[in-house]
């Protein structure tokens, strides 16, 4: 038989599933008040919230409490930690907090802003949070996803960082650190020769001179522009850098900013890597407040069973390992539902790529995916955020100039009217001499532009809550009673696991995570428990030590496993599943 039949056969069934909850959502197209309600969107919502702009630390805040105030039933703020300048880790718990305690849901697990400007993960991440709150009670699959599930938010990872990006001049990739100063540079002073603002813009922007044997020409058919000469000729301009001044005369520019260059991904407890081998690692495994943090509550909550942590930049949903080394723990049970889940978001996501990280980017050590999925067992995504893809729907053509594709300079100029770009104007350099200033803004190339941002925030959501809706869900979806005389009884309980996320993922079992699943019969004298392995040919495996409490191992994704005691006496016979990740649920005979 073709083998590439079956898997697709396969592949098929599984992304049929996958897609079943979008099934049979009728939005509501009634007119409210003043406006007719589009689908998809909260209508008249409790806290209005503009999805076009970004919200300094101090605007998401205000933007947490009021949804906390609004939605007291299902949203909680806590602080889980302190910055590197004593800034608060602050962490939204989103569920039905009137059914059940979170902890004995399945939980789910969203960060962003680990890098100080990739700002936008903050924004995907609130509005998770504010859209599951808006939509619950109103929409069917969000209301069963909040009474099952519990989702744990810390849009921004890196406050000092978020902070020094939106207030202080910068690049377009800079910071990506909090704000520790380090000595980078080596000479025994931390943070003394960073980055200049020389035009006082606010931006840290390109520096250029006229020369007539450089390497660079302008544009002809765009003056903003500068590209290449040809091979064989000179230019006009050689490019000096971003805006700066050698201030403790190395002779070197930015090489020692204010805010040190370390990585919060780096700095993970899964295959660490020194700073002269990872460049950005710290002192050791979780060396930085804030992963630090982190690490203690994913720790404390070990009911989190899936994970995306939100980066930017260039459409991608990315799985681990980081590093060609680890590919082989990356056990192929675990790596099929990552591969079913990559393949929805690949669907929902236009312009996204489903990829493996070491592989189709770059070796990351200490990186926190695989910290999350190695160490953990969590499920976990990275997802980055904008590409060239979205400035006009489509693969970019055309080339690249001065390490800018062309693409951004029209969509500049066609779509927001040069706003993203500051003039080159002249200025007197102190050792430079005459030079000009110039080049897009730090808000642009790696961040959404406002009327591009709500639609991609949206349709990450939507990936993250497919992931999610996918951790464990078990049902008790038999349980029955057998009298065998004598006052004995022989109960059985068939517990089904009906969605893709196995509650032991293939590692966890490798490396004994976490432990069992438990499933408990009380009411009643236990003389015997076990394991139907086959209920037909009657094959089981006992349990010998504490009967009334089987421990089973995994119950896998779509998968059922039957579990039979004998009874002596008891009238109200109660069986309790207690799944660390699979969540807690009871059923009475």
Do not use: C
């Not at 064989?232 to 900013?257: A, K, M, Q, T, V």
């Not at 069973?305 to 799985?319: E, F, S, V, Y």
């Not at 990351?364 to 499920?379: A, E, L, N, P, T």
């Amino acid at each position: 038989m073709n083998h590439s039949i079956i898997k697709l056969s396969v592949f098929s069934l599984l992304f049929s599933f996958l897609m079943m909850p979008l099934q049979g959502q009728v939005a509501d197209g009634r007119a409210v008040g003043n406006f007719f309600k589009a689908s998809g969107t909260p209508v008249d919502p409790k806290v209005s919230v503009s999805w076009n702009r970004y919200y300094t630390n101090e605007g998401l805040l205000e933007i947490y409490e009021q949804l906390v105030a609004a939605f007291p039933e299902l949203i909680t703020l806590e602080s889980i930690g302190k910055s590197y300048d004593d800034r608060d880790l602050w962490l939204l718990t989103v569920t039905n907090k009137n059914n059940k305690p979170h902890d004995e849901k399945p939980g789910f697990w969203i960060d962003g802003n680990i890098h100080a400007n990739e700002i936008q993960t903050a924004e995907v991440s609130v509005y998770t949070a504010w859209y599951l709150a808006e939509k619950y009670g109103n929409n069917s699959f969000i209301t069963d996803l909040l009474d099952d599930n519990v989702f744990y938010i810390l849009p921004v990872m890196n406050p000092d960082g978020r902070d020094h990006y939106m207030n202080q001049p910068n690049t377009f990739s800079t910071p990506r650190s909090g704000t520790m100063p380090l000595d980078d540079d080596g000479d025994g002073i931390a943070g003394e020769d960073g980055f200049d603002d020389l035009n006082g813009d606010g931006h840290i922007t390109q520096m250029r001179r006229r020369n007539p044997y450089g390497q660079w020409r302008t544009d002809p058919n765009d003056p903003r522009r500068m590209v290449l000469a040809p091979p064989g000729e000179f230019g006009e301009w050689e490019l000096l850098g971003w805006e700066g001044i050698d201030r403790d005369g190395d002779g070197r520019l930015n090489e020692d900013p204010e805010a040190g260059r370390y990585d919060h991904n780096r700095d993970w407890g899964w295959n660490w890597q020194p700073d002269y081998v990872q460049r950005g690692a710290y002192l050791y495994p979780f060396s930085l407040p804030e992963t630090r943090a982190v690490r203690d509550f994913v720790m404390d909550h070990p009911n989190i069973a899936g994970a995306i942590t939100h980066h930017n930049t260039g459409g991608m949903l990315l799985r681990g390992p980081g590093a060609r080394e680890d590919e082989r723990l990356y056990l192929r049970e675990d790596v099929q539902v990552y591969d079913a889940l990559g393949a929805l978001g690949e669907k929902i996501i236009p312009g996204y790529d489903y990829l493996v990280l070491y592989q189709d980017l770059y070796t990351v050590y200490g990186g926190q995916i695989d910290w999350f999925h190695m160490m953990r067992g969590i499920f976990t995504f990275t997802s980055e955020m904008f590409s060239r893809y979205y400035l006009f729907n489509e693969e970019p053509t055309g080339g690249w100039g001065w390490g800018i594709h062309e693409d951004y300079f029209t969509f500049d100029k066609h779509l927001l009217f040069e706003d993203a770009f500051v003039p080159w104007e002249d200025y007197d350099h102190p050792q430079f001499g005459e030079i000009q200033i110039g080049g897009f803004k730090k808000n642009y190339i790696r961040v959404n532009p406002g009327f591009l941002l709500e639609q991609e925030l949206h349709r990450l959501m939507a990936f993250t809550l497919f992931h999610a809706y996918h951790t464990p869900r078990l049902e008790i979806v038999e349980l029955s009673a057998r009298d065998l005389g004598g006052g004995l009884r022989e109960v059985t309980a068939v517990i089904a696991n009906t969605r893709l996320i196995p509650t032991h993922a293939g590692i966890d079992l490798r490396n004994r995570i976490e432990r069992p699943n438990y499933v408990s019969l009380e009411g009643g004298n236990v003389l015997a428990g076990m394991i139907v392995q086959n209920r037909d040919l009657n094959v089981v495996e006992e349990q010998l030590r504490e009967p009334a409490v089987i421990e089973v191992d995994n119950f896998p994704g779509m998968s059922t496993v039957t579990i039979r005691w004998i009874v002596e006496g008891g009238r109200r016979l109660s069986v309790t599943v207690d799944s660390a990740k699979g969540g807690v649920i009871r059923k009475d005979l």
